[in-house]
């Protein structure tokens, strides 16, 4: 992909997004979710979309506000079910969308899979259960193992920590999460960071992702959410 | 205290002593339960605890076990739940609730910690179950209800990954159905994954020629074999 | 020098004109090759040089136009060979000479870096070739002698990688048989994955319906003809 | 895997590796490669080895070291043939030793298979060439692929710059190449590194290989080596 570009606002950083598209939105809960990124997407109007992400919304904030405004077609997620996801649930239970659970280890394998140009992997996970309904298995040494097919993204919001100015990410803590695997797997990547840096000013041996996967940036705000669970 | 442990000091493991039936007391709370299973860990062990009851294990696991916790969203060396000025929302456990960092921790992104877990390098992981059955079968995403949400996270990935998979649980539920089974009428999570099963009530071993009773409390392998409807065995 | 890059400026793309007889000059050094294929390089281009030849282009690549090395060894930001103290035994480019780090470079390990070319990250790389298909098939591991030592490294993976694969090479081989060919009789290296042949003698597009070419050096399109044996197309 | 050990000498780290392993070795041309732990190695006397490792030596250090010795009944690796590789050539023109040429992306990615717990995948790599011979191949989604198995290795040697006390690991700049990736692919994984540090002093953001993939660790005297290139 040609040169990163850094953009003033989340609005443009979202701009072009069609209707239908395959969103992947990174995050785990709220830590590295794209709220930014996502209230953006709200604003700029993309609607019908397919959403790939860990988990389907909490409270009303980010993934829960879009699809509360009425913009996701489908969701494949892991744990749709949390305390505070009553947006989708209602949606869910109402049959006003979409859902396709995917284990977690292969919702990132199987992104990972499509930036890594692999075509299809034989996985260990959920043989036996009623998630490898519909799948090839084949036995490997004596083991079984299903097929897994890439989940592509024509967009990812990711979160990261710091860009450079070419667009070389690193993250914070665990809100690294899906950004690395997702950024990969999408044919345009667009990413908020709490702060761009000058190119030179992050170490080369702790760059996450490297910018050839990083299409546009832009600095927002520090995040302000309250933590589900903080006591 | 001490009887309590007895099936399950690290000297005194409970694989290398006959059954126990601990008949002068009630079961187990679920603070005693985690206390019991963290002396099975062994020392340096890489583990995941799962979300939920499971989690209260690490509070008991003395620090120079040398145990490193694992969390499936992207990071070993996970240290105690976060208070205070320690929360850090770009730091939390698989349950979403705010941890910390303990020194010699380590980042990673999801795909490098899920093949952590799938390519079978922890040691331990200890889940909370909705059923187990004789066989090691493992139900503890689904309640199979038509109007359940379904939400599987990590568990399959957990339940074929790590070494040793044991599940945390009460060996009956509210109703007082047992929860250790001939075979899982709920949704599968893993086939033939559990290799032990601690429960308020004792400790099974499951997936052998038959379940294996290692210790009881509050009840005696009798009145279990009677309550759980199948035949236990027991170690001399 | 200006007519030399007649066919390869930014501003006066090959692509958007027509075919140029260079018939006042002989063919172009491999240095002037280097520097006709590095104004073919789209600005901020993330790029990759085989061994060899190709590395060469590097030289005249402009800071200015924010082309990125990638080198299969695990490195993005690649920058000029090391001289004297420059030199890193830890820091070396896929042919194992030591080179020097630009701002904004990273590092990662052996699969990531083949993820990034397999899975079509990299925006153009240029290899040499011992022969070129019509077709756009790709010959340049082995050559088939049965006492040769075989030897792939990553040149299957960058043939089918990149998002645009150029060869650089001599058109002729030292006895004067050409290495643009009808079909390879060469081990193949990757099927139809060649779009375009830089040569001392000219430069070829291939894989479509026939063979077009876009420049020639010292040689008329006529004598092309004749000497690869092969019709070729013009661009008016 | 269990605590990771501290070793004082790399003969004490190499100790137990039968003959008959497969190890898997770390190392592009000389960046990376674990020189003192393979002259341990030598001095251990495990014979009939099979090697996986990117080159097949270089000069009669290293690897080319081993091979002279003839512990080695077979190397897999992308690229025997080197400037310096005379040891290995002679070897193999004499029919002494055997040689599986695997394309490097495929090297790194059955490995990173092997420690990722996939059983295969289907690949893009060698599609219609003589390295495709005797795989099963595949289209999908109108794209041909071939079917890769892992590979795992029973011991792996590796170099790394540090290791903190747990045995977590950071690299050097391209020297870093196979390591990872072998570090999660053997049974037994040995390290030598330039120093350990206290656990503790290592960003955890920075870590490559987590501790988890490490089980020997021995500190060695600072490499010194001709670069072959060097001008």
Same mark, same amino acid.
């Given at each position: ?67 509360? =405004? ?112 997702? =950024?990969? =797997? ?46 | ?118 390519? $079978? ?68 999570? $893993? ?46």
């Amino acid at each position: 992909m040609a040169r990163t570009q850094l953009l003033e606002t989340a609005d443009e950083a979202v701009a072009g997004i069609e209707d239908g598209s395959t969103v992947l939105v990174g995050g785990f809960g709220l830590a590295g979710m794209p709220f930014d990124l996502i209230d953006a997407l709200i604003r700029q109007g993309a609607t019908d979309l397919t959403i790939v992400s860990n988990n389907a919304g909490n409270g009303e904030v980010g993934l829960a506000a879009l699809l509360k =405004a009425g913009r996701v077609r489908k969701v494949l997620c892991s744990f749709p079910r949390q305390s505070d996801s009553y947006v989708f649930d209602e949606l869910y239970l109402a049959g006003r969308i979409e859902l396709e659970v995917v284990p977690q280890g292969n919702l990132a394998e199987r992104m990972r899979a499509a930036g890594a140009g692999i075509g299809a992997f034989y996985g260990p996970t959920a043989v036996g259960t009623s998630l490898a309904e519909g799948k090839e298995s084949r036995v490997i040494d004596g083991r079984e193992y299903l097929l897994e097919y890439p989940i592509r993204g024509d967009y990812a919001l990711i979160s990261a920590h710091h860009a450079d100015r070419l667009g070389n990410l690193v993250y914070r803590k665990t809100a690294r999460n899906f950004g690395p695997v997702m =950024a990969a =797997a999408a044919s345009t990547t667009i990413v908020q960071v709490n702060g761009v840096v000058e190119t030179g000013s992050l170490d080369p041996e702790a760059v996450v992702t490297p910018s050839i996967y990083v299409d546009r940036v832009v600095a927002v705000e520090e995040r302000h959410y309250t933590v589900q669970g903080a006591r | 205290m001490t009887d309590l442990f007895h099936a399950g000091t690290a000297e005194d493991h409970p694989v290398e002593t006959g059954t126990v039936e601990h008949l002068d007391r009630g079961p187990l709370t679920m603070d005693e339960l985690a206390e019991v299973i963290a002396r099975d860990i062994p020392e340096g062990s890489f583990l995941n605890l799962g979300i939920g009851q499971p989690t209260k294990i690490a509070d008991h696991l003395p620090a120079e076990l040398g145990v490193i916790l694992h969390t499936e969203n992207g990071m070993l060396g996970m240290g105690p739940a976060a208070d205070g000025d320690q929360i850090d929302p770009d730091l939390t456990n698989a349950g979403k609730v705010p941890v910390t960092e303990l020194p010699g921790a380590s980042y990673f992104h999801h795909a490098d910690s899920f093949a952590m877990m799938r390519g $079978g390098h922890l040691d331990v992981c200890v889940l909370g179950a909705y059923q187990v059955a004789a066989n090691g079968d493992l139900a503890n995403w689904h309640t199979g209800k038509p109007d359940a949400i379904p939400a599987v996270g990590g568990a399959m990935d957990l339940a074929i990954g790590a070494k040793d998979v044991l599940v945390m649980m009460t060996l009956f539920g509210k109703d007082g159905t047992p929860k250790l089974v001939r075979s899982c009428s709920y949704p599968l999570t $893993g086939v033939g994954c559990v290799s032990r099963v601690y429960t308020d009530h004792g400790i099974f071993e499951v997936g052998g020629e038959s379940v294996v009773v290692r210790a009881t409390w509050g009840i005696s392998v009798a009145d279990l074999e009677e309550r759980l409807g199948m035949p236990l065995a027991t170690v001399a």
